[in-house]
């Protein structure tokens, strides 16, 4: 017994199946014409009055950014190079601040960069007979910067053979002129008096602080650094 069939069941290979379609939708042999051909030639449709939307591609894109370049320039890089902070010099401890001679005893320990006792040190900036300046300059040169104590003596030594030397040779001046050498024969006798007083008061840790040699001997405490 065959199965019972509809109306929409078809066959491709039934040679009926194209008229039942064609029954089905309604457009058998009495159906009329869904469509009728048109003759004669076609025509172009008006084109706008600009053609500039038209000539520009770009024109029509959604969304457009100000910030970039115009699409048909060269596109910048995406890469950028990265950029990296120099790197951090070897931290050096800032120089120890000018201190002026204190009172304090001073000790048989030997200075470093000098290979003196600690009481030779701080004496020897206010030797007579020029060994002070040399002693000085010496002292300056080879002892680091934390002998504040040392250091501080041989700046205010240095200090004073400059002024000593500055007034010895005005009073040379004017012993030329004059011809009288009595104002530099006591001005010798002077500072050299003064030179072993200091050397005592240094030697028994007493304060020995020259008022008017304190911004001399902080600016070549400074500016003589120590040789490393």
Do not use: C
């Amino acid at each position: 017994m065959e199965p019972k069939k509809t109306k929409y069941d078809t066959n491709p290979l039934d040679p009926e199946a194209a008229r039942k379609t064609e029954e089905v939708w309604g457009q058998g042999d009495n159906s009329p014409a869904a469509t009728s051909e048109i003759w004669g030639a076609t025509q172009s449709v008006k084109q706008p009055a600009t053609e500039s939307p038209r000539a520009n591609v770009y024109s029509e894109a959604p969304t457009r950014r100000y910030d970039t370049p115009p699409l048909d320039g060269p596109y910048p890089s995406v890469f950028v190079p990265p950029t990296y902070a120099p790197p951090p010099e070897v931290y050096q401890p800032p120089p120890a601040p000018y201190q002026a001679p204190v009172a304090m005893r001073p000790t048989r320990r030997h200075v470093e960069g000098l290979g003196l006792p600690e009481r030779w040190a701080l004496i020897l900036p206010y030797a007579p007979g020029y060994i002070g300046i040399v002693a000085s300059i010496i002292e300056l040169l080879l002892t680091p910067r934390r002998e504040v104590r040392v250091r501080a003596h041989a700046a205010q030594g240095l200090a004073l053979w400059g002024s000593i030397i500055a007034i010895q040779l005005l009073f040379q001046a004017i012993t030329a002129i004059t011809g009288s050498g009595v104002g530099g024969s006591i001005f010798w006798l002077a500072y050299n008096i003064f030179l072993i007083i200091s050397m005592i008061r240094v030697w028994q840790g007493e304060t020995h602080r020259i008022a008017p040699l304190a911004e001399p001997a902080e600016w070549l405490n400074k500016r003589l650094e120590p040789r490393r």
